[in-house]
């Protein structure tokens, strides 16, 4: 199985409305969901899958590090599973429970496979290998979204992302880009009533947050005409793989973030004035949030 060529045929000819595109991440940037969804889902299906009972305070600690607390936040979740393990592995009280620790070498193959990493193409690979480790780590990636879908308590949106999504509107063309499967994203925005604010929903199963602003770009927009806003190292990555400028939403500071977006920086994109230093002011606090070491390895 693999991810529906329409939607891509879709993304690629996406009407231009306006001389400006913004990319828009979702978890953790226009919604406070990232805690929730780790803690409450992610975390507690990853120990009942690979069995981690005796180890599940370290396993937490290893996977909120990965996913809330670190240069890693907001990754898709195959890569971040597999830094979660491979922290988990040198975590002393891991090592000091004596549980057995995941094997990762068929994840680590699959993460490093070139593959869009998303459970379309991880059903190819479970059905070309019969591989049992990726038979179980489709089966967890699978509850994951089943879990969500059903038992997820509803999390609104910041106030003051509402208030940017409506000027972005009005002014640009804008993409919600995530790494969270597009099911359930539409979901999350058509339960809030605010997918109207997007001309597009992409998710993991378009590829990478970079293919989802270069498709959608399609050579379009001027240079400098297009802005990512993220929560994530690796939404700024994209931003600068496709040339475009970063907003950052500084994890722990989300609402004051999207106040100053809407007070300033929109307003510098729209007329040419989000230079490369006031960029480099924006995202100090940003970095600063998120550091690369946890704090059981930091000296």
Request: overall charge negative; glycine content about 6%; proline content about 7%.
């Amino acid at each position: 199985m693999s991810a529906d060529p329409s939607r891509r045929e879709a993304l690629v000819a996406l009407p231009r409305r306006h001389d400006t595109l913004v990319g828009i991440d979702s978890d953790g940037c226009v919604f406070d969901t990232m805690s929730v969804k780790q803690r409450e889902h992610f975390h507690p299906l990853i120990i009942r899958f690979w069995g981690l009972e005796a180890c599940s305070d370290a396993l937490r600690a290893c996977a909120e590090f990965v996913n809330l607390y670190s240069r890693t936040r907001g990754s898709n979740r195959f890569p971040a599973l597999l830094r979660t393990f491979e922290l988990l592995h040198g975590h002393p009280q891991a090592r000091a429970s004596g549980a057995a620790l995941p094997a990762l070498d068929a994840l680590r193959a699959y993460v490093t496979s070139g593959l869009p990493l998303g459970n379309p193409s991880l059903a190819d690979e479970v059905a070309r290998t019969r591989d049992p480790e990726l038979e179980r780590l489709l089966a967890w990636s699978l509850a994951i979204n089943d879990d969500i879908a059903t038992r997820m308590r509803p999390v609104p949106p910041f106030a003051s992302a509402l208030r940017a999504l409506a000027l972005i509107r009005a002014s640009s063309d804008a993409l919600v880009v995530s790494q969270t499967p597009e099911a359930a994203l539409v979901h999350e925005w058509d339960l809030h009533g605010i997918r109207h604010y997007v001309d597009f929903i992409a998710g993991q199963e378009l590829g990478l947050k970079s293919e989802h602003l270069r498709l959608a770009a399609g050579g379009a927009y001027a240079p400098g005409q297009i802005l990512m806003i993220g929560d994530a190292l690796g939404d700024r990555a994209a931003a600068r793989q496709v040339g475009a400028h970063f907003f950052p939403i500084t994890p722990g500071s989300e609402e004051a973030s999207w106040e100053r977006f809407c007070a300033e920086a929109y307003g510098r994109f729209l007329d040419g004035t989000y230079t490369p230093a006031y960029e480099c002011e924006l995202s100090s606090a940003f970095d600063a949030a998120l550091p690369e070491a946890p704090p059981w390895l930091q000296a």
